[in-house]
Every structure is written in structure tokens, then in C-alpha cells.
């Protein structure tokens, strides 16, 4: 069992205490120990005043969620009050967090799961991982795990993993979309010739796991508040400015994309063609994708997404349920290279199905 020196807890007093920080003899059933208390807020609860402390022990306990303790006085041995600790390992009390956490300790007063969510709560767009819960309250992985799934059905908090368990409150992935929303805004007024911001960079910012990340940016996406390309994010009313040469390039790029059909439009050709830099030819490229003017097939190949649209009338007219590769690069004039990345992009858009040596037409 992790020891700690320093806890939260609530404590009703036998006589109104006026000192702070106070010094007592705590005692537990197994030990009696000097220890300092600082008074952090007093509680009327069923008309009896209660204390909400942090408790500094002169050596460390092992403390778990609602264990019951007495305070006496270190002089005389008199008993000052009786006391439940709420947080075994309660972090540095802060006075302009304070509202805040007397909600935390409050929280911590009820149930298991109360408490389960409180500490989820609290925690805040970082989430709760399996070791926490289990040091705080000593409970069984089979009976958070039960506890989690209530919540979840609840709607109250979200599983990221099940083993070991690591969940996040609805409240927490909230919050965190907000500020990301925030951090995006202020991103594209410095920086409006930029497709977005990178999501390690956003991950970074916020100091949160991967996972939780990816959730936040998925229900983003869902709600169309954010467009994600090439691992940038970037606001879905967002678009990049453009210099009038630039403009020039993209009408350029887009005819050379139609007229060229698929088969000879690679990436490091019109990067050398118009003679940009990865990262311009990446930008031209993101505006025509947004502008749904090309799609980005496989291997660094462009199609134009007229050209595509054909292609995809022509097998839907075809008159078969079944498209042999021989018929397809009849239908396109495109050789067996060409032919196989396009199909399986076909396949992706679910536009027909890889049945052994042919496709079936959806």
C-alpha cells in the first residue's frame, strides 16, 4: 500500500477551533501520529458544523477513501474532534482554486460511485488510469470496472480502456474541445497561409494522452466544428489565404489534373512542374481536396474528381454485377499499373468489392 504525508479530509470538531494552521496528534487504529491541519472551509451538514482540512502527517500513512481517524489535543490527550478522510493524496491546497475543490471534497462524501466519478471529474481533460482509483479506495478492478460501465451507460463518462481501465469524464472531453476550438482560432490569425496545426503539436499544448485526443478530435469531427487533413487540423470554417500567384498555380494544377486523367500525375511531378516546396505543394493540394476539385489516391497518385466521376458512371451504366480488370482498363485506357491502385480506391469509396480476380459492383 502507497504511503502518504499529506491528505484531505473532513472533521467535525468538539469545540469551534479558531487556530490554522492547528497542531494535533492524529490517531488512527493502528497509529498515533503529530500532524498540522490547515482549515481549508466549514460545512453546516444535518446542523452540525463540519471542517474541510488538509492534513500534513509528521510521518507517512496508509490511508485509503473514508477511513475514520481522531484528532486529540498533542498536549493533554484530549480528543478535539473525529475526522474521514476524503483524499488520500490530496495535492497542495490552492486559494484560488478553492471553490473547486471543496466541490471535489463534497463530491467525495457520497458513494462509490460518487466518489468515482468526483475523481474523474476532478481530474479533469487528463482522465484516470486503473492505479490511481485502486490506491485511493483499495476496491477490486472487477468492481470499478462495473462502477465505469454504470457511468458510462449514464452518460457521465467515457471508457478509453477497459485493461487496465482508464476513463475520462464527459465533462473533461468537453472542456478540452473548447479549448481546443480556442487554441485553433488563435492559430489561423497568426498563421492564415497555414492548412492547420499538427495534432501532436495540439497534444503537446494540452499536455493529454493520444487517446484522449483522438476522442476529442473524433467528436469535433462528427459535430463539424474541425476538418482534419494530413494529420493538420484546422477550423471547419477555415480556409487558407492565398496570394494571387498562388491562385494562378491552383487553376494551373487543377487543369493539369483534369487533362492528364490519372495515369501520369504523380506528386513529385507537379511539385516539379510548378517548382514548389513540399510544404506549398501539400497546401495546394489541401485547397483543391477542400474544393472537392481532386482526390488523393494511392501511391501519390491525383484524380481529378471529374475524371473520377466518370469513371464511377461507367460502372454503375457497365450492365454487369461483376467488373473484370481486363474490362476496367477497357473502360479507362489505363494499363494494369494504373488500373489496380484505382480499383482499390474504388474499393474503399464502396463503390465495388474485391471478389476474387474481379469486382462486384455495388
Not at 481549508?40 to 446542523?47: F, N
Not at 502527517?57 to 473514508?66: M, T
Not at 490552492?94 to 475543490?101: D, N, V
Not at 487543377?254 to 495515369?263: G, H, I, N
Request: glycine residues 6%.
Amino acid at each position: 500500500m502507497t504511503k502518504t504525508s499529506s491528505f484531505d479530509a473532513v472533521v467535525e470538531f468538539c469545540d469551534r477551533v479558531k487556530e490554522d494552521p492547528l497542531s494535533v496528534l492524529l490517531c488512527t487504529e493502528e497509529i498515533s501520529v503529530s500532524a498540522s491541519l490547515r482549515l481549508i472551509e466549514d460545512q453546516t451538514i444535518a446542523g452540525k458544523i463540519n471542517t474541510f482540512v488538509q492534513v500534513y502527517s509528521a510521518q507517512p500513512l496508509s490511508l485509503k477513501w473514508k477511513q475514520t481517524f481522531t484528532i486529540k489535543s498533542p498536549d493533554s490527550g484530549e480528543v478535539w474532534g473525529e475526522g474521514i478522510v476524503l483524499d488520500p493524496y490530496a495535492e497542495k491546497f490552492i486559494r484560488r482554486q478553492k471553490k473547486r475543490r471543496i466541490q471535489y471534497l463534497q463530491d467525495l462524501r457520497g458513494n462509490e460511485k460518487q466518489m468515482l466519478l468526483a475523481i474523474v471529474q476532478f481530474k479533469g481533460i487528463h482522465g484516470v488510469q486503473e492505479k490511481e482509483i485502486i490506491r485511493f479506495g483499495h476496491h477490486s478492478k472487477a468492481y470499478l470496472l462495473d462502477l465505469s460501465q454504470e457511468l458510462e451507460t449514464e452518460g457521465r463518462i467515457r471508457i478509453l480502456e477497459f485493461s487496465p481501465l482508464f476513463i475520462i469524464s464527459q465533462t473533461g472531453i468537453a472542456f478540452l474541445c473548447e479549448k481546443i476550438l480556442s487554441f485553433l482560432g488563435q492559430f489561423h490569425e497568426k498563421h492564415p497561409g497555414d492548412m492547420g496545426i499538427q495534432t501532436e503539436k495540439i497534444r503537446k499544448r494540452f499536455d493529454v494522452h493520444s487517446r484522449i485526443l483522438t476522442l476529442a478530435l473524433k467528436y469535433l469531427t462528427q459535430d463539424g466544428q474541425i476538418k482534419v487533413l494530413d494529420d493538420h487540423v484546422a477550423l471547419s470554417s477555415f480556409e487558407m489565404a492565398l496570394l494571387p500567384e498562388e491562385e494562378k498555380i491552383l487553376d494551373r494544377l487543377e487543369e493539369m489534373c483534369l487533362k492528364d486523367k490519372f495515369q501520369s500525375v504523380s506528386l513529385d511531378e507537379l511539385q516539379r512542374s510548378f517548382r514548389l516546396s513540399s510544404k506549398r505543394m501539400n497546401k495546394m493540394l489541401t485547397l483543391l481536396t477542400e474544393r472537392k476539385k481532386i482526390v488523393l489516391g494511392k501511391n501519390g497518385f491525383i484524380l481529378h474528381s471529374r475524371w473520377l466521376d466518370e469513371v464511377i458512371q461507367k460502372i454503375r451504366n457497365f450492365g454487369k454485377r461483376e467488373l473484370t480488370v481486363t474490362e476496367f482498363k477497357e473502360m479507362t485506357g489505363l494499363t494494369r499499373k494504373y488500373a489496380i491502385p484505382l480499383l482499390e480506391l474504388l474499393d474503399q469509396m464502396g463503390i465495388t468489392r474485391r471478389r476474387g480476380s474481379s469486382r462486384e459492383i455495388l
